[in-house]
């Protein structure tokens, strides 16, 4: 019993390692569901799955660690196997379901007479730490074979026979997790072909990977992905835009609103903020350094461009160029040397320059690169001055944070002048930092 | 009631609700967790139907709150009925009551306007409470929700803390507009329910449109399933394809060539650049696999 706890303690933490975040009444809610459910393999898998899985991307994770840890062959399940009839131990170290609900393998138990001998095997006690591989595999196979749950849990016979003629444990076991991974697989796709799952999948494998990771496939892998968060963070600008519940008092609403009370001012009504208040300059390295997260965020904030009054987005090496999307491909005018110095103290110096036409106090000023300017003069000071004139100023910086401050990174001058700093690692962390926008 | 998994099995095969074990085993568990089902999936994949079919197979009745932007406190929890309270007034204006007797009235039950939320809670026996489109309101309402999933209770100043005499079935979809909070999602069993596979879409067309041909319904699952994989803007949906396939019944189509798919498309697809799309590959759709 205790080692079943222990085995299920270890599955929450082999799940974390890969880094699905579970917390602790998560997994206690994972106990009290395999109580439940019992220890039929496939509905303790959908039990746990249902308890700890809360985002269909990490399903597959799940699916690959639970087919490894609760083989039919390995020591988990065995001890599962042994600890049958005592899962009311679980239940009583984390609560147990309501009392109304009645276990199915509780009463798969009772109701089913060839239960006799896989609980006669309940009764039995571990064997000794050094018992011979030959022997236990031997004695789980004889286990295995009594075991009445649909030739689910602790099959004993594995495609091509592999339980059947391993010469150790480990090699059964191996086989059977293979023989289980392979039966789950199979299960999954007899019921769905899991179009949209393994869309969210590929998406958050590719949200959760570091830009400096990236490669042209990934990338590109990246831009395919794309119209899920493009969607997302259209609806999250368009909705911040609309929701107006404090700041000026729509009077005319409110005096409607208050007719259905008798004329008391109770309901109050406010102007919704409109998106022609926010004017959008983006400012994006496209030095090799951070490419693509720059290309990325272009391509997002096009998506968007009508939820702003004004959006002018431009691309720098070593001085400006304005940017566009022609044909899904990032166009620029006029055309930069890519393998040029980075200077964004130059950069700015442009944009002061033109500050008239690009920057009004509806501005807010998006800024990515990773602020390493070849010890060339940060020129600040041209950045909180223009901080001063706008509405805010947002700096995304895709660079790992331990690498903020070495080298020829400029990164703490300009953090004094900016609004916030905001570290943007992967297309995730890039989606947030972008709703800072509205 | 004794809940077991197959209990919730059976009442979903009598609801007509065609599904699999992954489907089962998280209403078992939210039903025997006490827990909400947070039930997540493409538009169109079952999941409101979920919320329904517990309803049905609980026998109880099923409170509704469909979630949207600028949805509140006031129009989820409760609201004071004003005019009545306003008529109240008057009619003890020249009563010269005290403020003190006069609010016993005002702020008393018989002038509170249940929602949805207080009424779930509220009730005195067991309902089904379904959430839905969480993703489309705000994330401060989102915020709200999570007092009220963890403990069954929620607070009217006037009147005190409401206790769930019986806690509700809660379940929550969403379609993913918006990504919910961790805070939200630990709350929740999680399901996903995902298009189904072409076998079980074929069951689900012959169960619900009964005058189709076997042969038809097994190619129009086909066909669905190979436009889903085109990564369509809107890909068709369960309700959709039962919608198609009902059209070829009134049609009397019994073959799924090129001219009867581009005839009836425009009731599996809703955008036109799907649509036309889909029409330029009606020849490669339409050929059955070898």
Request: glycine share 6%; hydrophobic share 45%; proline share 4%.
């Amino acid at each position: 019993m205790i080692a079943l706890r222990d085995a299920m303690l270890d599955f929450v933490a082999d799940l974390r390692a890969a880094g699905v975040r579970i917390s602790v009444a998560e997994s206690i809610d994972a106990m009290k569901a395999v109580a439940a459910v019992g220890l039929v393999r496939r509905r303790m898998r959908e039990a746990l799955a249902t308890a700890l899985i809360k985002e269909e991307a990490d399903r597959a994770i799940f699916d690959e660690i639970f087919a490894r840890r609760f083989a039919g062959g390995s020591p988990a399940m065995r001890e599962a196997h042994r600890s049958r009839g005592g899962y009311a131990g679980v239940e009583g170290t984390s609560g147990g379901p309501s009392d109304s609900v009645t276990s199915p393998a509780a009463r798969d138990r009772r109701d089913d007479p060839e239960e006799a001998p896989a609980s006669a095997t309940t009764a039995r006690e571990p064997s000794p730490p050094n018992r011979d591989p030959v022997q236990e595999s031997k004695a789980q196979k004889s286990f295995d074979s009594a075991e009445p749950d649909d030739g689910e849990v602790g099959e004993s016979e594995a495609p091509g026979g592999a339980a059947g003629v391993a010469s150790s444990t480990d090699e059964a076991d191996a086989a059977m997790a293979d023989a289980d991974a392979a039966r789950d697989r199979s299960d999954a796709d007899a019921e769905s072909d899991g179009i949209e799952a393994g869309r969210a999948a590929r998406l958050r494998t590719i949200e959760r990977l570091p830009f400096a990771r990236y490669s042209e496939v990934e990338f590109e892998a990246a831009r395919d992905t794309l119209a899920a968060l493009k969607r997302r963070f259209r609806i999250r600008v368009s909705r911040r835009l609309r929701i107006a519940g404090t700041g000026r008092i729509d009077f005319r609403r409110t005096i409607r609103a208050s007719l259905q009370h008798g004329g008391a001012l109770g309901d109050l009504r406010f102007r919704a903020r409109r998106p022609r208040h926010i004017d959008l300059l983006i400012l994006a390295d496209i030095s090799g350094s951070v490419n693509y997260a720059s290309t990325l965020m272009l391509e997002i904030t096009a998506g968007a461009r009508d939820c702003f009054r004004r959006v002018r987005s431009f691309v720098y090496v070593d001085r400006l160029a304005e940017a566009g999307f022609e044909r899904g491909h990032l166009a620029m005018t006029p055309m930069l040397d890519l393998y040029a110095r980075s200077d964004f103290g130059r950069v700015l110096a442009e944009v002061w320059e033109r500050r008239a036409a690009l920057v009004t106090r509806a501005t807010v000023i998006v800024i990515m690169g990773d602020g390493r300017n070849n010890r060339r003069p940060a020129r600040a000071d041209l950045l909180r001055d223009l901080a001063r004139l706008s509405r805010a100023v947002l700096w995304l910086i895709p660079e790992p944070q331990t690498r903020w401050n070495t080298g020829d990174s400029a990164i703490r001058q300009y953090a004094r002048a900016v609004t916030a700093l905001i570290p943007c690692e992967n297309l995730r962390e890039l989606e947030r930092g972008l709703a800072r926008v509205s | 009631m004794d809940v077991t998994q197959e209990f919730v099995a059976a009442g979903l095969r009598r609801a007509q609700y065609i599904t699999n074990e992954r489907v089962e085993t998280a209403v078992f568990l939210a039903l025997a967790l006490d827990k909400p089902l947070l039930i997540e999936g493409p538009a169109g994949a079952g999941k409101t139907e979920v919320a329904k079919v517990l309803a049905e197979m609980l026998r109880t009745e099923l409170i509704r709150l469909q979630c949207y932007e600028g949805l509140d406190e006031a129009r989820a929890l409760y609201e004071w009925n004003y005019q009545k309270q306003l008529l109240r007034l008057q009619a003890d204006e020249h009563q010269g009551l005290h403020w003190e007797e006069l609010s016993e009235h005002l702020f008393s039950r018989e002038y509170l306007l249940e929602r949805p939320l207080l009424r779930a809670i509220s009730a005195p026996r067991k309902v089904v409470l379904l959430i839905d489109e969480i993703d489309k309101a705000d994330e401060e309402f989102e915020a709200f929700l999570l007092e009220l999933l963890s403990d069954f209770q929620v607070s009217v100043p006037e009147l005190g803390t409401v206790r769930a005499h019986e806690r509700p079935a809660v379940v929550l979809t969403s379609n993913r507009a918006r990504e919910l909070s961790d805070a939200l999602r630990r709350r929740c069993l999680h399901l996903f329910i995902d298009f189904p596979g072409i076998e079980q879409e074929r069951r689900i067309i012959e169960l619900k449109v009964p005058g189709l041909d076997a042969r038809l319904a097994g190619e129009a699952a086909r066909l669905v399933n190979a436009m889903r994989k085109l990564d369509l803007r809107k890909p068709p949906s369960i309700a959709e394809t039962l919608d198609w396939t009902r059209a070829l019944v009134r049609l009397g189509i019994k073959e799924l060539d090129t001219p009867s798919i581009r005839a009836t498309l425009g009731v599996l697809l809703k955008h036109e650049d799907d649509r036309a799309r889909v029409e330029a590959k009606a020849p490669a759709l339409a050929a059955r696999p070898r």
